[in-house]
C-alpha cells in the first residue's frame, strides 16, 4: 500500500509506516502537507529531536511538538525528516485526557518526554509506543477498568460480523443490558463511544480489505459503506487525506493494523 503523490498531500518516496488501532493512527516517517486541510482527530506531531515546521492557518510554528485541535486548520512540512503523527479520536478516553492535558497548560512537558522516546519501526514495538503516550497523558492501568464478559459477547460479534449493521439496541440485547447501560459501560471498558467504535471499526475493515487485494469499492462494500465516496468520505473526515492515498501501494507507506 502506498500514499500517491497527490496535490493536497505530498509525502517524499523514504519508508514510513501507519499503524492502526480502533482510536488511534500513528503514522512514522517523513512528511509534507503543501495545502492547509483540517480533520476530526486530534493530531499529536512529535519530532524525532529536530524541529518540524507548522503552518496553523494563522501562523508559522517551528517546533517538536504540537497537538492539533479538531478541526483546525494545518500544513505539516517535516523538511524529510522523520516525525511521529498520532491521530486520536477526541471522544476517546485518550482523547478527553489529550484535551484536559492542553486545558492545564501540560503540553509542552509531555511532547519533552515523548520525544526522548523512541519511533516504532516494526509492529510489535508500536504498542509500547502507544502505551508511553497514554502514559504521559496520564491515561494508565488505574484509569483502565476490567474486561465485562458481557461486552465480550458484543466484541466477538462484531469482530466475527466484518460489514453487518450492528444497532445499539440489538447489541444491548446480546449483552443482556438495556440500552442506556450497554452504551455506558461501552464506551466505560472499550474507551470509545459504541457509535464512534464502529466508525472507527469499519475504517480498519476497509484497510484490511483493501489491503488483501480489493479495490476501494470492494473494500468499502466489505467494511459497510453504502459505497467507496461513503468510504472516501468518512476517511477524509477523520485523517484529512483519501484512502486512495494509502491503499494502492506500499512503496511509500507500509499499513499495519495492530488490532
Given at each position: 500500500m502506498t500514499l500517491p503523490l497527490e496535490e493536497e498531500h505530498t509525502l517524499p518516496p523514504s519508508p514510513a509506516r501507519l499503524f492502526l488501532w480502533h482510536g488511534v493512527a500513528l503514522y512514522i516517517g517523513p512528511i509534507t502537507d503543501n495545502s492547509v486541510h483540517r480533520h476530526y482527530a486530534l493530531q499529536l506531531t512529535i519530532g524525532a529531536g529536530e524541529d518540524f515546521l507548522l503552518h496553523t492557518g494563522d501562523s508559522d510554528i517551528e517546533t517538536g511538538f504540537h497537538l492539533n485541535a479538531v478541526e483546525q486548520p494545518h500544513a505539516l512540512n517535516s523538511q524529510d525528516r522523520p516525525v511521529a503523527i498520532l491521530l486520536i479520536e477526541p471522544d476517546s478516553v485518550l482523547g478527553d485526557s489529550v484535551l484536559t492535558c492542553l486545558a492545564d497548560g501540560l503540553i509542552t512537558q509531555i511532547g519533552h518526554d515523548l520525544a526522548a522516546v523512541d519511533f516504532p519501526t516494526v509492529k510489535d514495538d508500536a504498542?509500547?509506543?502507544?502505551?508511553?503516550?497514554?502514559?504521559?497523558?496520564?491515561?494508565?492501568?488505574?484509569?483502565?477498568?476490567?474486561?465485562?464478559?458481557?461486552?465480550?459477547?458484543?466484541?466477538?460479534?462484531?469482530?466475527?460480523?466484518?460489514?453487518?449493521?450492528?444497532?445499539?439496541?440489538?447489541?444491548?440485547?446480546?449483552?443482556?443490558?438495556?440500552?442506556?447501560?450497554?452504551?455506558?459501560?461501552?464506551?466505560?471498558?472499550?474507551?470509545?463511544?459504541?457509535?464512534?467504535?464502529?466508525?472507527?471499526?469499519?475504517?480498519?475493515?476497509?484497510?484490511?480489505?483493501?489491503?488483501?487485494?480489493?479495490?476501494?469499492?470492494?473494500?468499502?462494500?466489505?467494511?459497510?459503506?453504502?459505497?467507496?465516496?461513503?468510504?472516501?468520505?468518512?476517511?477524509?473526515?477523520?485523517?484529512?487525506?483519501?484512502?486512495?492515498?494509502?491503499?494502492?501501494?506500499?512503496?511509500?507507506?507500509?499499513?499495519?493494523?495492530?488490532?
Open positions: 504498542p509500547s509506543y502507544l502505551q508511553a503516550v497514554t502514559k504521559a497523558f496520564s491515561v494508565d492501568d488505574r484509569n483502565t477498568p476490567a474486561g465485562n464478559d458481557k461486552l465480550d459477547r458484543v466484541l466477538e460479534f462484531l469482530a466475527s460480523h466484518p460489514g453487518e449493521a450492528a444497532s445499539a439496541r440489538d447489541m444491548a440485547e446480546l449483552a443482556c443490558l438495556s440500552e442506556s447501560r450497554f452504551l455506558h459501560l461501552f464506551s466505560e471498558q472499550v474507551g470509545l463511544p459504541f457509535r464512534r467504535y464502529l466508525k472507527w471499526k469499519r475504517l480498519l475493515e476497509a484497510i484490511k480489505a483493501a489491503g488483501a487485494g480489493m479495490s476501494l469499492t470492494e473494500a468499502a462494500h466489505a467494511a459497510g459503506f453504502s459505497d467507496s465516496a461513503h468510504l472516501s468520505r468518512v476517511f477524509r473526515e477523520m485523517f484529512g487525506f483519501a484512502p486512495s492515498q494509502i491503499l494502492q501501494d506500499s512503496r511509500f507507506v507500509q499499513v499495519i493494523i495492530c488490532e
